[in-house]
């Protein structure tokens, strides 16, 4: 049966937008504000999986196919600079944020639970929740402790927990994270508490992760975990040669390189046929196979996303409420002249004169309807 969610009036979100701001301006000093503006979150543009938020400088787990290294981040992780309302008053100023609509996805550019961050993330997690309710997702290594699991639950009580486990047998590739094994027992324990968690099989390494894909899956349905997100692997130089330090067989992934490789540049490795290989097995255990990780955080929101050429994503769920009223609001609000404006399930199009919009602005009404923005010229 089709369930209905109540779709808030697109307006109302982003008058909200403005009146956290202006609380936090109340709350904070000119220093904490200035931090706040010079900082990236304030301006950086939302990735396909939502705005990363950064929970940590640098990580300690050294796993052989991690990027970080490569973008300058050590080994020895801080808890990042910002205070929660700090962190929270710069979504405010990023022109692309739309509460309650933008995903948020934690630990991209670490781990978040690291013992050293781990706080700083939990009090993001629950602050940025509470002021502007965005989508939680977070992907871990880390063992999901009674601490880890009711510090999450403090906060957005939907959000979409990833557990990546890539190998169960070569330690090598991820030297100081925990067992893995011990990773999906935890998580099995995190399901029984209410957390909602779907096993993160990302990157898939060539040789490895196909190989030992059914062990992988055999353990964590023994937990309870119904759900997986599949990821291919992207490689620098640098990744390529620990890939091989870790024995992992070079050939494997140099026949796979969709372009040359080129120092820190990250490029991709084709793995389409090890992705679908495992997407059937999964399918064959029960598993629900998520596309992308924002469709396991769509899912776990119980939203309806068709913002990108994937989706339609949880289509059991149609986002009711959407009329064309309520978008034509959206757009004098923005302050856009158009001639006319059309509204389906997939897409919003913009019937105007001449110019175009900018993007920031086609990007704001996408999120805000979670459906493509297709400009007409009339
Ligand atoms: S846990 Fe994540 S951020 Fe840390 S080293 Fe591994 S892949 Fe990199
Ligand atoms: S349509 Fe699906 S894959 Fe695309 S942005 Fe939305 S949730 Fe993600």
């Given amino acids: 049966m089709e369930k209905k969610i109540a779709l808030t009036h697109l307006v109302d979100l982003l008058e909200k937008k403005r ?28 990735r396909p999986c939502g705005m990363t938020i950064h929970t940590g400088v640098g990580c300690s787990y050294l796993c052989a196919y991690c990027y970080i290294y490569d973008m300058g981040f050590t080994a020895v992780p801080k808890p990042y600079p910002l205070k929660p309302e700090e962190i929270v008053y710069a979504l405010t100023q990023n022109p692309y944020i739309v509460p309650e609509r933008t995903l948020a996805a934690y630990g991209s550019v670490t781990e978040p639970f690291l013992p050293e961050t781990v706080h700083r993330a939990i009090e993001y997690m629950r602050d940025i929740w509470r002021w502007l309710n965005l989508p939680t997702q977070l992907s871990t290594k880390a063992i999901l402790t009674d601490d880890i699991i009711s510090g999450v639950l403090s906060g957005d009580p939907n959000a979409s927990v990833l557990i990546t486990v890539v190998t169960l047998s070569n330690r090598r590739l ?51 975990i119904d759900s997986v ?12 040669w620990r890939l091989e330090k870790s024995g992992v067989a070079r050939e494997e992934i140099e026949k796979r390189l969709a372009e040359p490789l080129k120092g ?27 596309r992308a990780a924002c469709e396991a955080n769509i899912y776990s929101h119980g939203r309806y996303c068709a913002m990108c050429r994937i989706g339609p994503c949880n289509i059991d769920v149609k986002a009711k409420g959407l009329d064309e009223e309520d978008l034509r609001d959206l757009l004098e609000y923005l302050g856009i002249r158009y001639l006319g404006v059309e509204v389906d399930d997939k897409a919003v199009k913009i019937m105007l004169r001449k110019t175009g919009i900018d993007e920031r602005i086609k990007y704001l009404v996408s999120t805000a309807t979670y459906r493509k923005t297709i400009i007409i010229k009339a």
Avoid: C, W, Y
């Fill in 19 to 46: 009146k956290i701001a202006a609380n936090l301006e109340d709350i904070l000093s000119v220093d904490s504000k200035r931090t706040a503006l010079n900082d990236h979150h304030s301006r950086r543009k939302p």
């Fill in 174 to 224: 991820e030297p100081r994270a925990p067992d893995p094994l011990k990773r999906i027992e935890s998580a099995g324990r995190a399901l029984e508490k209410g957390l909602k968690v779907s096993l993160f099989i990302r990157p898939i390494i060539p040789g490895v992760t196909d190989r030992e894909a059914e062990k992988i899956l055999t353990a964590s349905a023994d937990k309870g």
């Fill in 229 to 240: 997100v599949l990821g291919s692997l992207r490689v620098t130089e640098s990744i390529l």
């Fill in 264 to 290: 820190s540049g990250q490029i991709e490795v084709r793995s389409s046929d090890l992705k679908d290989k495992i997407r059937r097995l999964a399918e064959e255990f029960g598993f629900k196979v998520f």
